[in-house]
């Protein structure tokens, strides 16, 4: 049999047409910094964005608004507002709505282009020039979510060690774990610039670099950005090239922090470790599961003030309460919680005291620790007793969290616990970052089950109790931990699929078979790849009725003169989604046929 092909691109011999016109449709975004406490927005700015396809569903709105909480890099709480829409006069009432008289417009209002909204009249910033090269997924940017690395403190000597450092990160959070699954929603995107000094700021001083990343203090935690216009501005330059920026800090101990940006270091122990904490807050609707926070910082799909009201994970509970009672909150309580951020020296050891109520069957040491190469160069002790910290082997001197579980309990009332350097040559390293005790209930009143979903009690700085999913389970609470829990993992999908369609194209061919002299049509949908971590199925229908010899073929044939309306529908299906209110998971492609197959 002879097959002469005819390619899509011939649709004048055999009208066919597609749904996925939406994509054609524009969609811009409004992105708006607003203080918590005062209310005020100090920077917003329209752009053309990647289409969300909540917009496009039936009886959609015509405006849809997402909110997350961060801070800036000087400590204010923002929230992060962004509204998306086809039409960008909607977006301008919504800005007047959301910040009524505190910005003014940078650039005259300029329709269809980027439009930047300012408190100050030269918030104008130089773009910086750019060599990006793609580093993994191959999807089309118009219906992939593009994650960016940008360097910061790379001078052009060190510009081959910045792509091979994006490569480290890319492959330690995609390659088999964390977002390995996710992955084909994905595309990972290296942006060098050149910057004139090598490194991070320290002491709250940046270097002359294009973002300017810096710490503020000798501290090994947050790496703070001091140019946010250059870096909106920076990202804004590639386009549909950077749905959420990265800038990676040209240094190899522990350093990141979230919020508008994500920023991080190439440190080989922590890089991985932190980026994907950072990103989980950005990429997901997600706040903080760790002990000691402030209380912005719990919120999201994993976080929930009480059991008063049905929890938003109750399809995910290990042991769903009866009908009419409340999921059990797990025992346990936090006795002492302290971001010393002390040095370490041996003539005084460190120590502070904390009172346990004597009703707890086991209790752990948690601590954040830094400078420390050997498990020789400290002891941890509580009431003089010696708990077995041991360093992490080949660490150096970056930071690490430390947890030392003692299956035994505390007597009731105080007690004291003493981190006493022994190495005296690490004085000036050795740092205590944060310590803190947490006490557990007997095992009938707190399971510690890996796997186990409930309602977990998490303290912030204040020690109010929020509630969060699991014990341990999830790199939002333990950030040596590789995975997110199911919760969070769920949110990442919603997240993604809430701006990545399953189906990347459609397509429409004829071919003649010069033996037969008879025409065949082909209808095929080309979907992205989700094969790792589920399976699809597809119902095609011609003119309302279902067509059972074509269950779940992504590709179909028919004759070349058979007309009518073709529909199909698809559905993702994985166990790693279990709620779908938006139907994100959906989605479907309609084919006129309206004349037969010819030359």
């Keep these: 049999m002879i097959l002469r092909p005819y390619s899509s ?49 039936p009886h959609a709105p015509e405006v849809v608004t997402t909110r997350k909480h961060a801070f800036t890099e000087d400590g204010n709480a923002v929230e992060l507002i962004s509204v998306f829409a086809h039409d960008e006069r909607l977006l301008r009432c919504e800005l007047g709505l959301l910040c009524p008289t505190d910005l003014d417009d940078v650039n005259g209002g300029l329709f269809g282009a980027q439009t930047l909204f300012s408190t100050s009249s030269d918030s104008r910033a130089e773009v910086p020039t750019f060599d990006v090269q793609l580093i993994s997924g191959a999807g089309p940017s118009d219906n992939r979510v593009d994650l960016t690395f940008s360097s910061d403190g790379y001078v052009l000597e060190e510009k081959e060690q910045f792509f091979d450092d994006v ?3 890319v492959e330690a959070i995609a390659g088999n774990q964390t977002f390995y699954t996710v992955a084909p929603l994905l595309n990972f995107w290296a942006a060098y610039t050149p910057s004139k000094e090598s490194g991070v700021g320290s002491h709250g001083k940046p270097l002359d670099t294009p973002f300017g990343l810096y710490r503020p203090g000798t501290e090994l935690r947050s790496l703070l950005w001091s140019k946010p216009d250059v870096a909106r501005a920076a990202c804004d330059s590639l386009g549909t090239k950077c749905d959420y920026p990265i800038f990676v800090g040209n240094d190899r101990l522990y350093g990141g922090m979230n919020g508008e940006f994500v920023t991080i270091t190439p440190s080989l122990v922590n890089g991985p470790l932190v ?3 950072e990103l989980g807050h950005n990429l997901i609707d997600t706040g903080e599961e ?30 769903p309460p009866a009908d009419g009672s409340r999921t059990r909150v797990e025992r346990v309580v936090m006795p002492l919680q302290d971001y010393a951020w002390t040095m370490l020296n041996t003539t005084c050891a460190w120590s502070t005291t904390f009172v346990s109520a004597g009703s707890y069957a086991r209790h752990l040491v948690r601590s954040s620790l830094s400078g420390l ?51 005296a040559s690490l004085e000036g390293h050795a740092q205590l970052c944060s310590v803190e005790i947490l006490e557990y209930g007997f ?32 790199l939002m609470r333990i950030t040596n931990e590789p995975e997110f829990c199911s919760v969070c993992i769920e949110g990442l999908w919603m997240s993604l699929l809430s701006r990545v369609d399953p189906i990347d194209r459609m397509d429409a061919s004829c071919a003649f078979d010069e033996t037969t002299g008879k ?81």
Aim: aromatic share 10%; with cysteine.
């Design 275 to 277: 980026l994907r904490h």
């Design 373 to 423: 190469p050997h498990s020789s160069a400290m002891s941890v002790l509580i009431d003089g007793v010696d708990v077995g910290w041991e360093a992490k082997e080949d660490l150096g001197l970056d930071r690490w969290h430390y947890d030392i579980y003692r299956d035994i309990a505390l007597s009731g009332g105080p007690h004291e616990i003493t981190f006493k350097l022994n190495d």
């Design 167 to 169: 490569r480290f990160l």
């Design 290 to 319: 760790y002990d000691g926070g402030d209380p912005e910082t719990y919120w999201g799909v994993n976080s929930a003030p009480t059991v008063e009201q049905p929890l938003s994970w109750a399809h995910w509970l290990t042991s």
């Design 519 to 599: 025409w065949t049509r082909t209808l095929a949908l080309e979907l992205v790849d989700l094969t790792k971590s589920g399976s699809y199925a597809l119902e095609w229908q011609k003119d309302g009725n279902t067509v059972p010899a074509w269950a779940d073929q992504s590709t179909v044939e028919m004759a070349g003169d058979e007309e009518g309306g073709f529909e199909v529908f698809v559905r993702f299906l994985t166990e790693e989604i279990r709620l779908d209110p938006n139907g994100y998971t959906r989605s479907n492609a309609t084919f006129i046929v309206d004349s037969p197959c010819s030359a």
């Design 443 to 474: 095992p009938d009143e707190f399971n510690a089950t890996a796997g186990f979903y409930g309602a977990f009690p998490t303290f912030d700085g204040s020690n109010k109790t929020h509630l969060r999913p699991t014990n341990e389970d999830c």
């Design 9 to 57: 691109l011939c649709l004048s011999l055999a009208p066919v047409l597609g749904a996925l016109a939406e994509r054609d449709t524009p969609t811009y975004e409004l992105r708006v910094n607003r203080n918590v406490t005062t209310g005020i927005c100090d920077h917003a700015r329209i752009r053309t964005g990647q289409h969300h396809r909540l917009l496009d569903r």
